[in-house]
């Protein structure tokens, strides 16, 4: 064969593989949240001048959405023909599921009801090039992929929360983040409309709380564990008025959006209690809270109160028409019922046992108030507290202890624990990452969420209707704030919700992530990207301490690494193996694309102090919260501190109310000159360094030394002299019942207990 003929079949080849490569490309399905059953069909449908859609009446509201997403998004106008068909289908038996055939010469469209067709629009929307979600696609066809998917929901209940209380935001931002839940087959929009910072809805027979309740004089400037506390002197706040709410319910029905308001009782309500203080205990003027927490003016049990709040909701019931109203019902302090004649004369007169089951009082009367109304109350596990009301759902914030009582009861139960659930949490251990409540909730933890408690039976399971990611907004005082918290967290608990759990893959949502990230470029939503950031994990490997390095996204890039502290870039040495941990050093890493000087993501650092405890065999009679678990106990000893600024990282550990015991088997008998370790001290969290800590070396008594000091950080060294001992015994008690007069008086104080140092 001559060389003209090679270079002839060498281009033909060329463009066929091209033309296949792309054609792959095309096709590959990376739908969120991934579908239950999805086949791909050979050949594509095209959409062009000439393609029609038809449907009936049944289908309107979906079939209008598609179309307006079509030719809002291009140039193409769609002709009334049956190229896409919405086909009604009895057989498929969940109103949510849908049946989508895309063929080369038609697109079908199957559901039982008009809402699992939306469904179907919303798959079939994320095979359209992004460019259509900005009206920026001006070509005069599209290709969609054959496909079959038949899909339904795994739960009921699939939600997001918005705290407007703290910060409030614009109606054009509330109905873009209805849209966004709307794409991801999120069908509830738990609003949280009052607070003790803020009253945030328009009630006309109470202009009070719109001309006082509404606004605060000065908002808290910092993070509420920063001392002293400052403000910035600025008058804030604003309420949505009844046509603006009733604009948005609509807006949210057309997606198929139900949304619950939040009606806070009977604590989370100052800000009430500042534009009519005789709703309170005690009648005094108080003002609305310029800074975060929990506050001891609540709702007084009183008649008056309730007749107050029968109006609040007589007018919220008007503007809102879904099956549940949430009221609330948790951190609600007992310190001005304690003191008041009328909560207990209540008591009294009632036959109740204490202030407790005042509150289950307080939950049924306003329960069977709604229900008069043909309502169902929805509320935060509190109302647990002294009894459950007889027809309430609740909403298990505080671990998953409230819901498995709940659903065992025969109540149903939607699950939003701290643990997997808040994304105010930080979501990134970088430093430079939007000051956020604390905690700490990654990407990875949220997506492996499965709502269903292994401890309860297949029966009482079915009381679990699903779950909700919570956004509060204590510091997140902008929309783009709000979207970098939810973004792409919300993403994960939408495929959560929707998605087999036994289907999902977590670096294979992570490829689809990464191409959605496009859609959300094109849809102006400000997301967190830490799919190119290395991740650092310490492992023990033939007999060392090493630290491994990763990356969610592999393909083309490549891990370069430094031992010195120095800046990786595209001469630094690239990471094929775990590093040895044999002394101290600052190690940095960062993600390149392959055979390229290009840098993605942020820098990777971190510093490891070498000691005496690295790698030795560790174990802790109590396991740590799952909100707060760090590494584990091998956290403790694996010469990494935690942050200075957050307690909830992978390196601080937190324990709820228990007093725990640490052993650290060092594998041999060596000299012990100091043992030290910190405590977290933030109050405003609930969270208390312990009052003294013990230790004990072999099989001696252990020593106790006092902790008086009273900063945020509590470092604490204590020096041996050169003991000599194989085995170290660390006992922390915890500080106990946090008093009155502080946040979270009367629950349980925190524990957070950071890298323990043995030289």
């Not at 809402?115 to 070509?139: C, H, I, M």
């Not at 510093?607 to 590494?631: E, F, M, R």
Request: include cysteine; proline fraction near 3%.
């Amino acid at each position: 064969m001559d060389a003209k003929k090679v270079a002839i079949l060498f281009l033909l080849c060329f463009i066929f593989l091209g033309c296949k490569e792309k054609t792959a490309l095309e096709i590959e399905p990376k739908i969120i949240p991934i579908p239950q059953n999805q086949t791909v069909g050979e050949g594509s449908f095209v959409i062009n001048q000439s393609t029609g859609i038809q449907y009936s009446n049944t289908f309107k509201t979906s079939a209008e959405f598609l179309i307006a997403f079509i030719e809002g998004g291009s140039t193409i106008r769609l002709k009334d023909s049956n190229d896409i068909e919405f086909i009604l289908d009895t057989t498929i038996e969940n109103d949510e599921g849908y049946a989508l055939k895309i063929q080369p010469n038609k697109i079908e469209i199957r559901a039982k009801k008009d809402r699992g067709a939306f469904y179907a629009v919303q798959t079939l929307r994320q095979l359209f090039p992004e460019r259509f979600e900005n009206e920026s696609y001006f070509k005069d066809e599209v290709i969609i992929p054959s496909l079959t998917i038949k899909d339904q929901p795994q739960f009921s209940y699939r939600g997001m929360h918005l705290d407007v209380g703290r910060h409030m935001y614009s109606v054009e931002f509330i109905k873009k983040y209805i849209d966004a839940l709307a794409m991801l087959k999120m069908n509830t929009f738990h609003w949280h409309l009052t607070e003790d910072q803020g009253w945030r809805i328009e009630i006309k027979k109470y202009p009070k709380l719109q001309e006082v309740a509404a606004f605060r004089d000065e908002t808290l400037v910092g993070h509420y564990s920063d001392q002293p506390h400052q403000f910035d002197g600025k008058k804030y706040g604003g309420f949505y008025t009844q046509d603006q709410i009733k604009d948005i319910v609509a807006y949210a029905e057309e997606r198929f959006v139900t949304i619950i308001p939040e009606i806070e009782m009977p604590g989370h309500s100052q800000a009430a209690i500042a534009a009519y203080p005789e709703l309170g205990c005690t009648g005094e003027q108080v003002k609305v809270a310029n800074k975060w927490g929990v506050f001891e003016d609540i709702y007084c049990t009183k008649d008056d109160t309730f007749k107050f709040l029968e109006d609040v909701l007589d007018e919220v019931l008007e503007l809102f028409p879904s099956k549940y109203v949430h009221i609330g019902g948790d951190e609600a302090p007992k310190t001005r019922w304690k003191a008041c004649e009328n909560c207990q004369a209540l008591i009294k007169s009632e036959g109740l046992k204490d202030e407790h089951e005042l509150q289950n009082y307080f939950i049924t009367r306003i329960e069977k108030y709604l229900n008069s109304k043909g309502r169902q109350i929805i509320g935060w596990d509190e109302i647990l507290e002294g009894g459950l009301a007889p027809n309430a759902t609740v909403m298990s914030w505080r671990g998953i202890n409230g819901a498995v009582e709940a659903a065992k009861s025969g109540h149903n139960v939607v699950m939003t624990p701290t643990s997997h659930c808040y994304f105010d949490y930080y979501q990134s251990d970088n430093e430079d990452e939007p000051t956020a409540i604390g905690g700490f909730l990654t990407l990875e933890k949220v997506y492996g969420f499965n709502p269903i408690p292994e401890v309860l039976t297949d029966e009482e399971a079915k009381y679990v209707l699903g779950a909700q990611g919570n956004i509060w907004t204590e510091y997140m005082p902008t929309e783009d704030q709000v979207e970098y918290m939810a973004f792409p967290r919300l993403l994960a608990m939408s495929e959560v919700l929707w998605s087999n759990f036994e289907q999902k893959i977590y670096d294979d949502f992570v490829l689809r992530l990464e191409n959605f990230h496009k859609r959300l470029d094109a849809l102006d939503i400000n997301y967190a990207n830490h799919l190119y950031e290395v991740d650092g994990e310490i492992i023990k490997e033939e007999g060392e301490t090493k630290l491994a390095l990763n990356t969610l996204i592999k393909d083309g890039k490549i891990i370069r690494v430094t031992l010195n502290g120095d800046e990786p870039n595209y001469e630094s040495r690239v990471y094929t193996k775990p590093i040895v941990l044999d002394t101290s050093r600052t190690i940095k890493a960062a993600v390149f694309k392959y055979n390229s000087k290009e840098k993605l993501g942020k820098t990777f650092m971190q510093s490891i102090n070498y000691h005496k405890a690295i790698g030795a065999k560790i174990s802790i009679n109590k396991a740590p919260h799952k909100a707060y678990s760090g590494s584990g106990a091998e956290g403790l000893v694996n010469g990494i501190n935690g942050s200075d600024s957050r307690f909830g990282d992978k390196e601080w550990l937190g324990f709820w109310g228990e007093d725990i015991i640490v052993e650290i088997d060092l594998g041999e008998e060596k000299k012990i000159n100091s043992i030290e370790t910190r405590f977290y001290n933030g109050n405003g969290q609930w969270i208390y360094a312990p009052k003294e800590v013990l230790f004990a070396f072999d099989n001696e008594q252990y020593q106790s030394f006092k902790l008086n000091d009273e900063s945020l950080l509590i470092n604490f060294k204590s020096d041996f002299s050169g003991k000599r001992a194989k085995k170290i015994y660390v006992k922390v008690q915890n500080f106990g019942t946090i008093p009155e007069g502080k946040q979270g008086a009367g629950n349980k104080a925190w524990t957070f207990i950071d890298e323990i140092i043995i030289n």
